[in-house]
């Protein structure tokens, strides 16, 4: 099946380590971008691709990393320089105007 | 800039009542996208609709109709007969064609509860 994947669904951390969030699709689109989403906040773009080996800050990206080194990964890393990681987090991939998401990891950091 | 604005943070209605969700938009693009966006309790953002703007004819799909008006800016939503299953929480969104980074730009969502 085609789609979007995000591993873990849970993710707990500890305040100081960095954890990376993985995204993979399978739907051959070029690009792929990051969502944050807190209560309230609605969603946030944190960092998009729209190449292998390319990508952009989006609004939030203080704190964030990512790499694209292959078309059908797009890795987000949770820095300890991010003051308030905890939230919901969502990837997406982009085919002409429609975007598809996967499931999102839900991380809490204590 | 380009902008969203879901004005209702939250509304409760009783199940088969008939419940409309507004969405505001600015953008100074003449073509530009509009989307609608539904999230259930698991987290999982559900794709709902379309409209490009040179499009302005009101759809329906089953209880669902969307009502497009340029003049006003404006492309809400509304569920005819509403059920529990209906409730979620709902994103309006926007891409300009113009946007060389393809963004697509969300409100801040409307969270809906269908009380049985």
């Known amino acids: 099946d085609g789609g979007i994947t995000q591993s873990p669904k849970y993710l707990f951390r500890k305040e100081g380590q960095n954890v990376t969030l993985s995204c993979e699709q399978n739907l051959n689109h070029d690009a792929m971008y990051w969502y944050r989403q807190d209560p309230g906040q609605g969603l946030r773009l944190i960092y998009y691709?729209?190449?292998?080996?390319?990508?952009q800050k989006g609004d939030i990206a203080e704190g964030y990393s990512v790499s694209r080194e292959k078309k059908e990964s797009f890795p987000l890393t949770v820095t300890s320089a991010q003051k308030n990681p905890t939230a919901f987090y969502l990837c997406a991939s982009k085919r002409g105007y429609e975007q598809y998401f996967g499931p999102g990891t839900r991380l809490t950091v204590t | 800039a380009q902008k969203v604005t879901q004005a209702q943070t939250e509304i409760s209605v009783v199940e088969k009542e008939d419940v409309t969700l507004d969405c505001v938009y600015e953008?100074?693009?003449?073509?530009?996208?509009l989307f609608w966006y539904k999230q259930p309790p698991s987290g999982e953002l559900v794709f709902l609709i379309r409209?490009?703007?040179?499009?302005?004819q009101n759809e329906i799909s089953g209880r669902y109709s969307w009502n497009f008006q340029k003049s006003t800016s404006s492309f809400n939503f509304t569920i005819t007969a509403s059920q529990v299953v209906d409730s979620a929480v709902y994103f309006c969104?926007?891409?300009?064609?113009?946007?060389?980074?393809?963004?697509?730009?969300f409100g801040k969502g409307t969270r809906l509860h269908i009380l049985p």
């Open positions: 691709s729209q190449i292998v080996n390319d990508f």
């Open positions: 969104a926007l891409s300009e064609y113009l946007d060389r980074d393809d963004k697509i730009i």
């Open positions: 409209r490009n703007s040179f499009d302005e």
């Open positions: 953008t100074r693009d003449t073509t530009y996208y």
